[in-house]
């Protein structure tokens, strides 16, 4: 009998086990996210529910190791995927808080340089053709009228409903550390089930 229960006990601490760092698994790759507000419309709206992947954007760096083991080299910007690119819809802590996420679209990446000219988005010089948007932005960036090079390590982001949205175009760049990750699906409502809105931006 003892050796019944001792048999059963072990097999819930190895399931619960089991269960903990399936758990931890999934927290670390994939994040659930509620879009709050009309920033984003029409391509997402108030109250829809997304799943967030994390793992694209993972970072990571040998340091000095990589001066002592041959042929391995981690990108210089750390990340181990691509990163984020022009056209993603991400996820980021919302810039002057640390309990609150924004979701956007990156438009600019590091380097490129980006403004708005009477509501086109130019980057390095160039429109970007923009299916997802609505109505063009009413305003043109920046102010003096001269197109800005994005930081190193920070992106220019803008949600889809331009007039509608606290953005980059407000309060600036959104540091590479602060973003979650990449809207991956969005399964709810289920009138809204499928593959997030990412595109490939080309100017």
């Known amino acids: 009998m003892s050796r019944f229960f001792r048999t059963a006990g072990q097999d819930f601490i190895e399931t619960a086990i089991l269960a903990l760092l399936l758990f931890l698994a999934v927290r670390t790759t994939?994040?659930?996210?509620?879009?709050?507000?009309?920033?984003?419309?029409?391509?997402?709206?108030?109250?829809?529910?997304?799943?967030?992947?994390?793992?694209?954007?993972?970072?990571?760096s040998?340091?000095?190791?990589?001066?002592?083991?041959?042929?391995?080299?981690?990108?210089?910007?750390?990340?181990?995927?691509?990163?984020?690119?022009?056209?993603?819809?991400?996820?980021?802590?919302?810039?002057?808080?640390?309990?609150?996420?924004f979701i956007k679209r990156i438009m600019a990446v590091p380097g490129e340089t980006v403004e708005i000219r009477n509501g086109v988005v130019l980057v390095n010089g160039q429109p970007l053709?923009?299916?997802?948007?609505?109505?063009?932005?009413?305003?043109?960036?920046?102010?003096?009228?001269?197109?800005?090079?994005?930081?190193?390590?920070?992106?220019?982001?803008?949600?889809?409903?331009?007039?509608?949205?606290?953005?980059?175009?407000?309060?600036?760049?959104v540091p590479a550390d602060q973003i979650i990750g990449r809207a991956l699906v969005s399964y709810w409502p289920r009138s809204a089930i499928g593959l997030a809105p990412n595109y490939r931006l080309a100017p």
């Open 62 to 101: 040998l340091g000095p190791l990589e001066q002592v083991i041959p042929f391995v080299n981690s990108r210089d910007d750390g990340y181990l995927f691509a990163g984020p690119q022009r056209g993603d819809v991400v996820v980021f802590v919302a810039p002057g808080t640390t309990d609150r996420d």
């Open 129 to 173: 053709s923009e299916p997802f948007i609505a109505n063009m932005a009413a305003y043109s960036w920046p102010a003096g009228g001269r197109p800005q090079t994005v930081p190193q390590g920070q992106y220019f982001v803008l949600g889809d409903n331009r007039n509608n949205s606290s953005d980059s175009h407000v309060w600036g760049y």
């Open 30 to 60: 994939v994040q659930n996210f509620k879009v709050e507000g009309i920033s984003m419309f029409p391509t997402l709206e108030n109250g829809e529910y997304i799943l967030v992947d994390k793992l694209s954007y993972s970072r990571f």
